[in-house]
């Protein structure tokens, strides 16, 4: 050592003058203390308030959700006497036996048959207090039993919507007179809605149903988590694991990022242009829904799971290199299983935000008007939350309970898969 | 030994004899980017001899082990130069193929590294990726061969199923070491293996090691001067990236030839 002081040496610091002795008692002290404490009751305070406020926002979404949705999921029945024989309709009860059974009554004035029987039981006024679909109740019940057409028979029919809202509680007094003037006679009930959960969208809000909605979101969901999944699964073990650290790969990682970021509706127009214009898929089927938002939910996959294979300890793949796993062994014995619980949490995420997606769906033609479950991914079709938009928009009062139910029933289809994912995730988990 | 019986000994495929010289490494230089790590470096490892590598902190002792197993391969700077052979086979060469080279040069880290998975798993995974056993009976017996050798046999045995991260860090390393040997190598690189463990379990280790020799050709990086003169015949000391001194263990602990490996083993720095 050299026989300079060197700033900082023990020597200096040995002939600094001594320092005063903290005084861990005084005034300033105190008050630094009184100021911490403070500081920290503040901090707990305006956390406890924004949980608070998020908790009550959500209370209040459910609580008014539920209010408005559990009445959608009820429908009034009025009784309908309709007496066959005296009635104007003319079907041949052969027919209703053979093959031609759905022609016959397709040839027959149900609808006329029916409103006669209503304007017979309940006055001049009758016809209106049925739904607009109310035949279709007496079309169902004469092709199950057809016998009935030689008698007098009583059949439920579902109530217009005047009557079904007042049945509720909530309508204009006219209604609220002829739902009275049904009550009285006994010819009026509200029961679980059955049809909501089996029909398609109509124009009455009395026989809409969420299925036709409902089963296209699960095969746009089907397809967007059979292409994004892999891919993006792919991509990010690639990325992470092969990919050399190169400008290409940053250029990759940053455009991967910016397309996370990229507004929905944006990926509609990319959809309209490439699927429907370029390979002229069909307009409104699932599978073009399905893949448009699959591009919209690789991005998220991919970040998630790029974060997922990184926080895999470096030391678990020299565990594997070193007994001789080759790079594919590693990743697939080792870092995939490992990263799983992760991908899974990016792929619930990025499936929820496509689940809820409406704008880029409007712009493939899945706002259309689709009155029959699709059959299949090519067939037309609309998911839940673009039903929901189309409903909240229509005039007839009906709609409201029935954008609520809708509502609800989308929230219910959000927690059914995310409660799957975390069942795969811990699974997993639990293995490793 | 000169390089001529070296290569004497290659010719004549006698490799695996006493004494005789399991990897050579001539000249080896090693390169992170444009940092050297590694200068000029040449050791030879035989077969019934432990070999220590010592020396301070970032000396290029633990770089220059990844080289023998070619772990370096995973840094994508990293470059290697110079012969390094097993069985007088160039490691390097395009004809190598690394997943076989590192099944037959197995390595123990420094942090007990066992898979998330059961014991059994952990021991039976090389195995079962190379193909060594043929079916259930064959596989269960390499397990517990491999862990009777690694010394564990006995702790674990009515527990195979339990997860290989729940044993104590000195089973750990142990199990790891079972792991490295149920492929049955021929060498096993180990970076500084105790330094992670209490006094017990770095005894234990050590014990292993003693008996592990003669089997397997062996070499160990470590931070611990006793350790180096406890477990190894033959002690390289390395600074700065350079092969100091290389000999005998008793010889350089009692009588090194160099200044700078006198000062490094009597404390003086490191």
Not at chain 1, 57 to 76: E, K, P, S, Y
Not at chain 2, 35 to 52: E, H, L, R, W
Not at chain 2, 116 to 125: F, H, L, Q, R
Request: some cysteine; glycine content about 8%.
């Amino acid at each position: 050592m050299s026989s300079l002081v060197m700033p900082g040496s023990a020597a200096e610091l040995a002939s600094a003058p001594a320092r005063r002795p903290t005084e861990w008692k005084s005034n300033a002290m105190q008050k630094r203390i009184r100021k911490r404490y403070a500081a920290e009751r503040r901090f707990r305070l305006l956390g406890l308030g924004a949980v608070l406020l998020s908790v009550l926002f959500l209370a209040f979404l459910l609580i008014t959700m539920i209010g408005n949705g559990a009445r959608g999921f009820t429908q009034t029945e009025i009784r309908l006497p309709i007496d066959f024989p005296k009635s104007t309709l003319i079907i041949d009860q052969n027919a209703l036996k053979g093959f031609d059974a759905e022609q016959a009554l397709a040839g027959a004035d149900i609808e006329g048959a029916t409103a006669a029987a209503a304007e017979a039981a309940f006055g001049a006024a009758g016809a209106e207090y049925l739904s607009d679909g109310a035949w279709l109740a007496v079309r169902d019940r004469i092709a199950e039993d057809p016998s009935i057409l030689n008698s007098n028979a009583d059949i439920w029919v579902p109530a217009a919507t005047g009557i079904d809202l007042a049945a509720k509680g909530d309508a204009d007094p006219e209604s609220e007179a002829a739902h009275a003037k049904l009550e009285q006679a006994g010819a009026v009930k509200t029961g679980f809605n059955f049809a909501f959960l089996r029909n398609a969208d109509s124009t009455d809000p009395t026989l809409v149903g969420i299925w036709g909605a409902l089963k296209g979101s699960l095969l746009t969901m089907l397809v967007t988590l059979a292409l994004a999944f892999p891919i993006g699964v792919l991509s990010a073990l690639y990325l992470e694991e092969y990919a050399p650290r190169n400008r290409w790969t940053d250029l990759i990682e940053v455009s991967i990022n910016n397309l996370a970021a990229v507004p929905s509706i944006i990926f509609g127009l990319l959809g309209l242009a490439v699927f429907l214009n370029f390979m002229h898929l069909p307009r409104s089927a699932p599978i073009v829904g399905g893949l448009t938002l699959a591009l919209m939910t690789m991005p998220v996959i991919v970040i998630a799971g790029r974060n997922a294979i990184k926080s895999v300890p470096p030391s678990i793949r020299d565990a594997a290199l070193g007994v001789g796993a080759s790079q594919v062994q590693v990743v697939f014995h080792h870092v995939l299983p490992l990263a799983l619980p992760g991908i899974l949490t990016g792929t619930i995420i990025g499936m929820a935000r496509a689940l809820g997606e409406t704008a880029p769906l409007l712009m493939i033609g899945m706002r259309a008007f689709i009155s029959s479950p699709p059959g299949g991914l090519v067939e037309p079709a609309t998911v839940l939350p673009v039903q929901i938009f189309l409903w909240s928009d229509e005039v007839s009062r009906g709609f409201v309970e029935k954008t609520s139910a809708a509502i609800i029933v989308l929230l219910v289809f959000l927690l059914a898969m995310n409660g799957l994912a975390i069942y795969l995730r811990n699974k997993f988990e639990q293995r490793w | 030994m000169t390089d001529t019986a070296i290569l004497d000994d290659i010719a004549t495929g006698q490799n695996d004899k006493p004494g005789a010289l399991k990897m050579t490494a001539r000249n080896v230089n090693v390169f992170y980017g444009a940092k050297q790590a590694i200068n000029n470096v040449s050791i030879d490892v035989s077969m019934d001899n432990v070999t220590a590598f010592i020396g301070p902190s970032g000396c290029g002792k633990s770089t220059f082990l990844r080289t023998l197993n070619r772990m370096n391969d995973t840094v994508a700077s990293a470059r290697v130069e110079g012969v390094i052979t097993l069985d007088g086979e160039d490691i390097y060469s395009s004809g190598m193929d690394v997943v076989q080279l590192r099944a037959r040069v197995g390595m123990v880290f420094q942090k007990p590294n066992p898979f998330p998975k059961s014991i059994y798993e952990n021991v039976a995974y090389g195995p079962r990726i190379h193909g060594l056993a043929s079916g259930k009976v064959e596989m269960d017996q390499i397990v517990e061969k491999s862990l009777r050798r690694a010394g564990l046999w006995e702790e674990v045995k009515d527990r195979l199923g339990e997860s290989g991260t729940a044993l104590s860090g000195g089973q750990q390393q142990r199990l790891c070491i079972a792991r490295a040997i149920a492929v049955d190598p021929e060498v096993i690189l180990m970076d500084e293996p105790c330094s992670a463990l209490d006094p017990i379990a770095t005894a234990k280790i050590e014990e292993l090691i003693h008996e592990l020799r003669g089997r397997y050709a062996i070499v160990i990086v470590t931070h611990n001067m006793q350790q180096a003169a406890r477990v190894s015949q033959r002690t390289a000391f390395f600074h700065l990236g350079t092969l100091v001194e290389y000999g005998d263990t008793s010889e350089i602990f009692t009588n090194p030839r160099e200044a700078r490996t006198k000062d490094y083993i009597t404390g003086r720095y490191g």
